[in-house]
Nanobody, 124 residues
């Protein structure tokens, strides 16, 4: 059984940085493609970024390209999301998700495992 849990959210001023962590429990975590999504109040859950099981491939939503960086440490079963140059519009609940596939995806319904989310609030 695979479980994922996010941490590291909080309140930060615009222009600041945060690093989110996603801890994966289960013997097969290292084989999962992992992704980050976010959901603002009243909005649909949207894709942020994803990384392949071996870190060989990454994908970013256009608005996060150059500001956010995804990485993973399979020895620690942990995925990270480094967020720099944060903007008030980045305020949302951020979710970590895992997918049983080699290919990356941007679709919510193509991920198999989800965390409970961590709140990120960026003040202006």
């Amino acid at each position: 059984q695979v479980q994922v849990a996010e941490s590291g959210g909080g309140l930060v001023q615009a222009g600041g940085s945060l690093r989110l962590s996603c801890a994966c429990s289960g013997r097969t975590c290292a084989r999962l493609a992992m992704g980050w999504f976010r959901q603002a109040p009243g909005a649909e859950r949207e894709f942020v970024t994803a990384i392949s099981w071996n870190s060989g491939t990454t994908d970013y939503a256009d608005s996060m390209q150059g500001r956010f960086t995804i990485s993973r440490d399979n020895a620690k079963n942990t995925v990270y999301l480094q967020m720099d140059s944060l903007k008030p519009e980045d305020t949302a609940v951020y979710y970590c998700a895992g997918r049983w596939a080699r290919e990356l995806s941007r679709k919510v319904d193509e991920f198999d495992y989800w965390g409970q989310g961590t709140q990120v609030t960026v003040s202006s």
